[in-house]
């Protein structure tokens, strides 16, 4: 689990939620117009941005991935396909049959090599599969902030509406109070949504797509060596091209020794 996230959410929500109770009472910032106009019309609004069908499968992506590690770092990537090299080359590629591999992309990759098929079909095979997947996490990025880009305006369409009733109802004291916590609440609403919930999801999932990228083509290019019987030597050496410059010699250290 990414602890980032969560903590991030639970400590937004600690602060909320303690300014308010020293101010106050919690059910006065619990208001049904406020919410409907925020959460139903960001709601409308996406659906004209995405089809139904990117909505459905892109908002438990995101929120699946944001909350989630992957599971192997570049570094214990690159340990693994060196070890994968070195069976390759001692017992050829049958022997990678018998090898479990934690990380389903690599899995499927040394399967490919196991089975026999040439380089060009593990490559379009590969790269196909790390396509697609990173098009859906971006598809689920893409979401949470067009929802994050919305809620705060729907928040000054509550408070404007909010407005337009409480001027309308000037000769009656009782009913100002009422649509004034209308409309400045849908405004609460909207910049607490987009700035707590959608926003830093949003940049969380992008800088995952990013980190999956590099792994996935990290991993492609990997097995293409196993797939050519490179030394493991030779595959680590291409591979530290992947890690950040400032580790390579840490991890070439740590091989030789």
Known sequence: MDISTALGLISGLIVLVTLIMMGGDLRMFLDIHAFIVIFGGAFAATLIRFPLSSIFHGLPLGLKFAFTLRRMTQRELI????????IARKQGPIGLEKVEVEDTFLAKGVRLV?????????RDNLERDRDNFLTHLDEGQKIYRAIGDCAPAFGMVGTLIGMVQMFANMTDPSKLGPYMAVALLATFYGAAVANLFCLPIADKLH???????????LIIDGVLMIRDSKSPSVVREMLLAYVPEKNRDEMAEAAAA
Do not use: M, Q
């Open 79 to 86: 340990d693994e396909i060196s070890n994968l090299a070195e």
């Open 114 to 122: 196991a089975d026999g098929y040439d380089v060009d079909f593990i």
């Open 207 to 217: 800088g995952k797509l990013v980190d999956e990228e590099i792994n996935r083509t």
